[in-house]
């Protein structure tokens, strides 16, 4: 396994919500803190990688 790290902003009028896909599997759906205007902050996991070329797309979704 290997660990993921994403560097974000979020304000409070945006979506906390996200899904994390790795080579086309859903892998956890997550909920972004919100951060202090002009700062950011880290988000990590661990994942499942291949050998070679992976596919990572971290996709924002509207909360419920």
Partial sequence: TYDLTWR???K???SSA???YVNGSQV???SLPETV???F???SISAS?????N???LETVEDA
Avoid: F, V
């Avoid at 990688?49 to 070329?53: I, M």
């Fill in 49 to 53: 990688l291949n050998s070679g070329s």
């Fill in 55 to 57: 596919e990572i797309i």
């Fill in 28 to 30: 956890q759906q997550i």
């Fill in 8 to 10: 974000y902003t979020r």
């Fill in 18 to 20: 996200a899904r994390i």
């Fill in 41 to 43: 902050s880290t988000y």
């Fill in 37 to 39: 205007s002009g700062e």
């Fill in 12 to 14: 409070a009028s945006m």
